[in-house]
Every structure is written in C-alpha cells, then in structure tokens.
C-alpha cells in the first residue's frame, strides 16, 4: 500500500508589509510584524521611480527590538522593478522602506509574499546540470570588458601613465602648467592642496566666471583609451543663472564655450554628462536619463567631495562618481578631437552671487604604453610640417654645420619653440641630439642653410 502526501504551494500576502504610499527623500516606510508559522520562504517585490534600499527584519519579537534580530537588506535603482526570496530564519517579519534618493517618489509599489516551499537552486543550471557559478576580474560594472590573453597565453595589461595634471602646493599657481581664464570677479586662488574658483569674490560684476585650463594637452595614441580623473566638490548650493564643468574638452577664449570633448556640468539645479564635436550642439544626457550603476536619477550633494572620472576613445565615453559608473555615451565622433586639455570653469551667466567649486587634483592619464613605434623625416633645408597634432620629438641627428635649425611645438614656423640649434662650425658638432620632448599642437622644422637634419618623433 502507498501513501502520497501532497503539500499545498499556497502563497500568501502580507497585507501588513503591502504598500504603495510614496516617501520623502530620506523617509522610510515601515510594515508591522507578520507571523512566519508555517512559512519557509519570504518573496519581496519592490518598484519606485527613486532609489530605495529595502530592509527585511526577522525577529523572535513582534516588535524587532530584541538583540535576537536578524536584518538583510538590498538596494533598488530608479524605475527598475526588484525581486528578492529569503529563507525565514524566525517567528516573525516586516519590511522596511527607505528613499535613499535626493528626490521624493511619485511611483512605489512594495509586497510580501509567505510561501511553504522555496527552491535554493538558481533558475537555471549548466547544460550537463551543474550548479552555475562565474568569476570575473572585470566586475560587474563594466560587464562587457574581457580581459585578453595572446596566443602565447600571455595576459595583456595597460599600464596607466599620468600625461596631464600637477599638486596644487603651496599658494603660487604654477603658470608652467596651468592657463588663468578667468574673467571680471571670477577668480582662482590655490591653498591647502587644492585650487577654489569663485564666480564674485572680490565685486559684484554680473557674468564674471572663473577658469583653470591645463597648458598641456593629453596626447591621444590610436588603442589605448584615455582617462580624466579628479576630485571636485560643487561647495556652494544650487544656484541659478550658474554654470560649473569639469572634465577634458576645449573652449572659445572669449566667451567659455565648449568645443570639443567630454564633460560633467552642473546649470542651476541640473547635472549632466556631455560631449561636443567640433563646435557642435553638445550631447547632454540629464539626471533622469542616466543608465549606469546609479540608476537614472544622480546630482551631487553641495559641499561634498567627490571623485569624478570619464573614459573616452574614439567609439564613446563613460562617465563614473566614486568609481561607480555614472553613465555610458557611446558612439563614434563624439569629440572632433581625442587629443584634450583638462578644463574646470566657474560661470555666472546674469547674475553676480558669488559661487565656489573646489577641486583637490585632477589629470588625465593614457591607459596604454606611453610609447609608440617613432618614425623620421630627413630635410636639407627649408621649412616643414612633419606632423599635425601631439607627439614626441624623440631625437635629431645633424649631418652638416653650416647652418641653423630652429623646431617649433606648432603647425607653423612659429610659435612654441622647443629647440633653437646654431649648427655653424664650432657651435654644435655633428651627431645625435637626443630630446624625447612632448608636444602639443604639432612639429615643425626650419632649416636655415644646408644642415640635413634627420629628425625622429612619434
């Protein structure tokens, strides 16, 4: 004879732990206790359109006092529905809801679900049945990204050079590595390891901006993406009629517009990521439209320091708060150029209050080798561009001294000059100069007489 014992799968509500009024910024929601007799697994769902971190408390009281408590909890993004089981581990449970967002919620469904039977095993196994697992040394914030190993089984790894940026120490900018933009009352002052850029602080001129740009470009290789990357603190509260950047992008001289390349913003109350192309109408992705790890709604609390980064290469951008990506822009030509200075600006654009946005460092470094393959050029005489852009001039070697040879950190004979050599006799032998100079804006070479000069650069 056989016996079959059937066990009922019911599922039950808690309507003690079921809501959907909305919460403050910084509010929590609580249920009330709900026995868990009978019960072997606790089903959470949860959806708002803020960030909320939802709380489980297990507890052999009704009232969670009691050292004999137990608290899980998990945090939800934006309009990004949840669902969560736990094993009931005590006599009785509630859940807890806290709006962990700057915003307060519109939209907010959370319940609880009692049931009998739970099934400890992931939803899915591996083809032959076995327990799935993964090991990642990407991580979860970049998903997409492989490590790569060569057909020698060699790993590939990038190292990370600094090419831009310098401390702030003492109290005299260093005008060797730093441009002073500023206009009317905006203002620079340098102390205590970091710089602070006030929009009024000496007057009340309306329009007076503040503005710090790096003299050096960071010089962009083809295969190796670059980072920007810095501490900032926007100090002084939301403000109308302001505008505080950040990032590696060019501007007009005269009236601080955005150019080319990639950066954060904050207008008034609105915070965004950008790029611009070539002068064009810049890409503008708001707090509300984010789609990294933070959800779609992000923009920093005033007076707070934060690490900020970007990412870029010729295929997009990625923006990143505190190494936590922020948001993903991708597409190709979302900067004319790749090759970007660091800039900060402070911008009143009516008004005269004055504002302050601090930063403690920022650079921009290659995530690549700093070197690539160089090549030459041989000119007897005369004037030449060898190269449009930035660069290293590695070493030039003289093959006659009759003459001068003059190179230049610029597209023209002009400008920058980055060696002046007299080549007459007596005055430099022939043979092998060696530099291994950046620059910026391109190589040019000027030969006066007939020297024959074999130049090499990257």
Excluded at 81 to 89: E, G, I, K
Aim: hydrophobic share 35%; with cysteine.
């Amino acid at each position: 004879m056989s016996y079959f014992k059937h066990i009922l799968q019911d599922i039950n509500t808690s309507t003690n732990n079921y809501t959907t009024d909305n919460i403050l910024s910084g509010g929590t929601w609580s249920g009330t206790s709900e026995e868990t007799f009978g019960i072997n697994g606790i089903q959470i769902f949860h959806s708002a359109d803020r960030e909320c971190r939802v709380y489980l408390d297990q507890s052999v009281t009704t009232d969670f006092t009691s050292e004999l408590t137990v608290t899980d909890h998990f945090d939800c993004l934006s309009n990004v529905p949840v669902t969560r089981t736990f094993v009931s581990v005590a006599p009785y449970f509630r859940l807890r809801v806290k709006n962990i967002d700057t915003i307060d919620t519109t939209e907010l469904i959370t319940a609880a679900g009692m049931t009998p039977i739970i099934n400890p095993l992931p939803r899915s196994l591996t083809d032959d049945g076995r327990l799935m697992t993964e090991t990642t040394i990407t991580g979860r914030e970049n998903t997409e990204r492989h490590a790569w190993i060569n057909p020698t089984n060699e790993q590939a790894i990038s190292p990370v050079y600094r090419i831009v940026g310098t401390n702030f120490d003492g109290i005299i900018k260093d005008t060797n590595f730093w441009i002073d933009g500023s206009l009317l009352d905006g203002s620079v002052t340098q102390a205590g390891g970091e710089i602070d850029l006030h929009t009024n602080a000496t007057g009340a001129t309306a329009a007076s901006s503040a503005k710090y740009t790096s003299v050096r470009k960071s010089r962009f290789v083809a295969g190796s993406a670059q980072l920007f990357d810095g501490g900032f603190n926007f100090k002084t509260t939301f403000t109308a009629n302001n505008i505080r950047r950040v990032g590696a992008y060019t501007t007009t001289d005269v009236v601080n517009t955005p150019v080319d390349g990639f950066y954060f913003e904050l207008s008034g109350s609105t915070f965004s990521v950008n790029s611009i192309a070539n002068s064009g109408t810049p890409v503008s992705v708001i707090s509300g439209s984010f789609n990294g790890s933070y959800g779609r709604n992000w923009i920093p609390t005033p007076d707070t320091y934060y690490k900020m980064s970007i990412e870029w290469s010729p295929l997009g951008a990625s923006y990143y708060v505190n190494s936590k990506l922020l948001h993903k822009l991708p597409g190709a030509h979302q900067s004319h150029y790749m090759t970007l200075p660091i800039t900060i600006e402070n911008l009143n654009t009516t008004g005269s209050v004055d504002v302050s946005f601090e930063t403690v460092g920022m650079y921009i470094a290659r995530q690549g080798e700093l070197h690539t393959n160089p090549t030459s050029n041989y000119l007897l005489t005369g004037t030449k561009v060898l190269k449009y852009g930035a660069g290293v001039l590695k070493r030039i070697i003289v093959s006659d001294n009759i003459g001068r040879v003059i190179i230049y950190d610029s597209v023209t004979a002009s400008g920058t000059v980055i060696t002046n050599l007299d080549t007459a006799q007596g005055s430099q032998p022939l043979g092998q100069v060696d530099f291994d100079t950046p620059f910026n804006d391109g190589l040019t070479i000027d030969i006066t007489g007939n020297v024959g000069v074999t130049t090499v650069y990257e």
